[in-house]
Every structure is written in structure tokens, then in C-alpha cells.
């Protein structure tokens, strides 16, 4: 029977944090080890580049701490085929066949793209390839016929590009050779984690991220430094959970949820300090984190395991897209000499 495949990845821009880890990690990790899909795991080193093209030792120097984090949290290589875009150069042409397909004001409309410069601060500066970087993720999807792509809520957009061009292509060339992907959004998690600052997004740029690879000192430090309620000032005044960092953190990591309900209630009515509520906090994420840091730092003394893995997955995921920009040719008519 074969197996639905399921394409997903991450840009390497540097080391993965716990919001990556509830947001997608954990999930991927579920579903590679179902055994029911044909998982492949794509480290988008050339999406990234298309705003870190002036910057790219940033990009080159985050490829073997993203794979490290793959594997600390349990995603397995014998499972999972781990392979780097960069090293599909098919993937190139696919996005040209399909930017054909697509006009500058669909691009401009995409409202995950429309929050993404604006969160970058590109204005009238939008580097061309960060724009059309919806039809290059559409080439990645449908180069190996994904069927599911778990995503985020804020990623749909891209998805739905996705299906769109597949649609115009399968028309136009009058063909079924691509199939319309759909996303799998985790379950229980309708946001990203917030950052520790309180801020809606925890990011790398904005130094607001516990990382997997944080030691335990600078993970307490954290935790201690992160937002609660501002006008929780004494023990004795009751305070607020919503917006709170630590109880948002605590409902998704305490898996007591008993004592958390006993704890946000003494809290709202007062009585319950910021320290005991983070120091709880903490005790629970050191505990989490802990293991994956001890297989990080595993993986890391062998480099050449870590290569060869990124370049036997790279060579399983050159040959299927190879096939595919086989068929797209002929479809296309292309192929002149075959």
C-alpha cells in the first residue's frame, strides 16, 4: 500500500526554539513514527537566502544546528529523509514553469507574504525572490507529490498557492501529474508560542526564544525574566492569566492540569507571588528540555555522520525531483530530445 508523502522543513536562519518544537517538531516526530507516511524533511537554505542573500554564513552556519535539533528531539534519518533545497537544483526550473502561472498581484495579495515583509520592513525593498517565494515553496511540494504539508494557520495562504498553480498547470497542459497538496495544522495549537517578553511572536531576531539547546542556567534565566501581569506588584494581589507568558507556557507543558487549574485560581484571587509561579515553570521545561540537549550534544561530536546524512538525503530527494520536472517537460512539450 503506498504511503501518503508528506513534505514540511524549516529555513535555517539559526537553532531551533520551543515554539518550533510545540508548533511542528513534536508533531513530525508522531507522524514519522506511525510508519504510515513517507516523511521528507527539507532544510530551506534558499528560501532562506532570499533576505539573508548578503548574509549567507548565517544560512551555511545554521545547517548543522537545525539537523541537530532534528535529531535531539527524535526525528530519525532511517525514517525521515533529510535533504538541503540548495542541493535540488530541479527545483529551480520547476519555479519558473510555475511563475508563468502566476501574476505579480496574486504574489502581492498573499497575505502570509503581505505580513512577511511588513514584518521585515521591506516597504518599497522587496528583494524579487522573497516575493515570489510561494511558487518556489509550491515547487518543493509538488516536486516530491506531497499530498500533506503540516503547517501553521499563518502558512495557509501558501497552501492554497500551492493548489492554485497545481490547478492552472494540470488545466493548461492538460495533465494530472501534479496533486493539490493539503495542509495538517497540529492539533491543540491554534498560535504560535508567544515569546518571553510577552510579544505575540517569539522570534530568533527579536531575542525573545528559549532555544532546545539552551543549558539549564540560561533556560532559568529566562523563564525568570519572562512577562506576567504588570499590576501583579504584591504577593496578595490578584492577578491576571490572560496575557501572562508563564501560565500560556504552563497550560501547554503541565501536564498536571489539576494543579494548574488550583494554581490560576489562587492567583486570579491573589495570594500566589510571580517567583513560585516561574520556578514551577522552569522545574517543568528543565525536566522537558533536558533530554534534548543531552542527544544534541551527542550528535555533535561526530560531524561526518551529520554530513552524510544531509547528502543521502539530498541524493534520495535529487532523483524524485528529477522525475517529476521529467513529466512537467513533457507535459509541457519541452522535452525536445527524449
Known sequence: MKKEVILTGDRPTG???????????????????????????????????????????????????VL????????????????????????????????????????ERNPTVKNEIKERGFENSIPAGFLIYPVSQAADITAFKAELVPVGEDQLPMIEQTREIVRSFNSIYKTNILIEPKAI????ISARLPGIDGKSKMSKSLGNTIYLSDDEDTIRKKIMSM????????????????GNVVFTYLEIFCKDKILLNEMKEHYKRGGLGDVKIKKYLNEILQAELKPIRVRRNDFEKNKDY???????????ARNIATNTLDEVRNAIGINYFN
Open 306 to 316: 551529520l554530513y552524510e546524512i544531509l547528502r543521502e538525503g539530498s541524493l534520495i
Open 185 to 188: 495544522i497540529p492539533e491543540g
Open 227 to 242: 512577562y506576567t501581569d504588570p499590576n501583579h506588584i504584591r504577593v496578595e494581589d490578584p492577578g491576571n492569566i490572560e
Open 68 to 107: 541537530l535539533d532534528y535529531l535531539a528531539v527524535g526525528i530519525d534519518p532511517k525514517k525521515s529523509n533529510i535533504f538541503i533545497q540548495s542541493q535540488i537544483p530541479e527545483l529551480n526550473e520547476l519555479t519558473m514553469h510555475y511563475l508563468n502561472l502566476v501574476s505579480l498581484s496574486r504574489l
Open 15 to 65: 537553532k531551533l526554539h520551543i515554539g518550533h518544537y510545540v508548533g511542528s517538531l513534536i508533531n513530525r516526530v508522531k507522524l514519522q513514527d506511525t510508519n504510515d507516511y513517507d516523511m521528507n524533511i527539507m532544510i530551506a537554505d534558499t528560501q532562506a537566502l532570499t533576505d539573508n542573500a548578503r548574509n549567507p554564513e548565517k544560512i551555511r552556519n545554521s545547517l548543522l544546528e
